[in-house]
Structure formats: structure tokens, C-alpha cells
């Protein structure tokens, strides 16, 4: 993840948008990604959706197992299928990895060990696990990642369990696993305050990115 120091953004945009939609933002990112020039500053969003669940670019439909009345929207991210509620933290990165000199890895790498070190502030153990992404305690898994890099930028990005009703998860195979059991952070000991945690997470992740040097520059709460 080594670069020349010429090569960092000058500054990044941390916009806390509150509840939105979900197909409207992710249109929004692409409009976003698609429009930036190498002199765009990067962003990260924080985000929480009403309820909707979300597929993959190339997820199975099988995963999918009774749906009832949340919507499902097929989507231009890598992985299978997950969901997406009010509690839960969004975590979109829209970052020129290329400027940067970082790979996917290293992005995925920073979003999961940026959790890690947040759930270690309340005491929680937490890790990665290096064949399926997302960050999990023991069998339960809180953190999902899921990226898109289009002209060598990313969009989409991680969902935070933060207090989340569990129970949509039971109506699919999360992230393609059956069975797969999910947990949120209040469950673990730690905040139950999406607004708290992101203001938490963020040093983190700008440490994991050797951007903690970078100014940051609060965005407009709507776009």
C-alpha cells in the first residue's frame, strides 16, 4: 500500500446523509463515479436504507427465500445477496483507488479491519476471515463488503449491523451462506447509535488507508 506522497487526495468529503432510498443513492454513486476527473476529492457516505434486500451483479435468485413484502433490487456490486435496514451503517467509499496506488484487497482489507478496531474499543473480538469477506465474532457475522471499480474507482461498500431487526435475515441465505447466522453490535456490547459508530469508524478506516493525514471536509447531507 506504499505510495508517493504526491499521489494522495488532498482532502476527502465524509457526507452523513441519513435515511435514503436505496436505488436512487446507488444511482447516485454511479453518477458520481462516472463524472469524477482525476482531480475529483474522494468521498465516503454514511447511510442507512429502509428495508431492501439487494443482489449482486451475479447472485443466485436461490438465495433468495421468502422474500414477503421487502423489495429486492438487483445491483452492479461483487457478492450474493444481503439486506439492508434502518440501524444498520452504510459504508460507501467512493475512492480513485488508482490515484491512491491501492487494489481491491487493500480496500476490502481497510473496511474490515477498520470494524475490527471498532469493535475492539467496546471490548469485542472481532476478525476477517480471508475466504468470505465481512467481519464476524466466532460463527456470527455483523459486517458485509461488497464493491464495484469502475475506471478505477470504487462505489457501493460495506453494511454495518449496528441494531438492526435480525429477522429479514432468516429469509434469505445471507451473502450465498445457509444458515448463515447474523448479529449486530448492540448485541455485542457495543453502541446502538448508527451516527455514534460512524463517527467512531471513520479514523479507523482513514488509518487502514494511510489517509489519517488527509483534511476532512464535511459534506452537504443531501445530494
Known amino acids: 500500500m506504499s505510495r508517493p506522497a504526491h ?4 482532502s476527502i468529503t465524509v457526507r452523513r446523509l441519513g435515511l435514503q432510498d436505496y436505488e436512487p443513492l446507488w444511482r447516485a454513486m454511479q453518477r458520481f463515479t462516472d463524472a469524477r476527473s482525476p482531480e475529483t476529492a474522494d468521498e465516503i457516505w454514511f447511510t442507512e436504507h429502509p428495508p431492501v434486500f439487494t443482489l449482486g ?3 443466485s435468485r436461490e438465495h433468495l427465500l421468502e422474500t414477503g413484502d421487502i423489495p429486492v433490487v438487483q445491483i452492479d456490486r461483487g457478492g450474493q445477496v444481503t439486506y439492508h435496514g434502518p440501524g444498520m451503517l452504510m459504508v460507501y ?3 480513485d483507488l488508482k490515484r491512491l496506488g491501492l487494489g481491491v484487497r487493500d480496500l476490502v482489507t481497510a473496511l474490515e479491519q477498520s470494524v475490527v478496531d471498532l469493535a475492539a474499543g467496546y471490548g469485542v473480538e472481532a476478525r476477517a476471515k480471508p475466504d468470505a469477506p465481512g467481519v464476524y465474532v466466532a460463527d456470527t457475522k455483523f459486517a458485509s463488503v461488497g464493491l464495484r471499480i469502475r475506471r478505477g474507482a470504487s462505489y457501493h461498500g460495506m453494511a454495518l449491523n449496528v441494531k438492526v ?3 429479514p435475515f432468516l429469509r434469505i441465505n445471507p451473502c450465498g451462506y445457509a444458515g448463515l447466522e447474523m448479529t449486530d453490535l448492540a448485541t455485542l456490547g457495543g453502541d446502538n447509535d448508527v451516527d455514534a459508530v460512524s463517527r467512531r469508524l471513520l479514523p479507523h478506516f482513514l488509518r487502514h488507508l494511510r489517509l489519517q493525514d488527509v483534511d476532512v471536509v464535511t459534506g452537504a447531507s443531501e445530494l
Open 165 to 167: 431487526d435480525l429477522e
Open 93 to 95: 467509499p467512493l475512492i
Open 57 to 59: 451483479l451475479n447472485a
Open 7 to 10: 499521489d494522495l487526495s488532498p
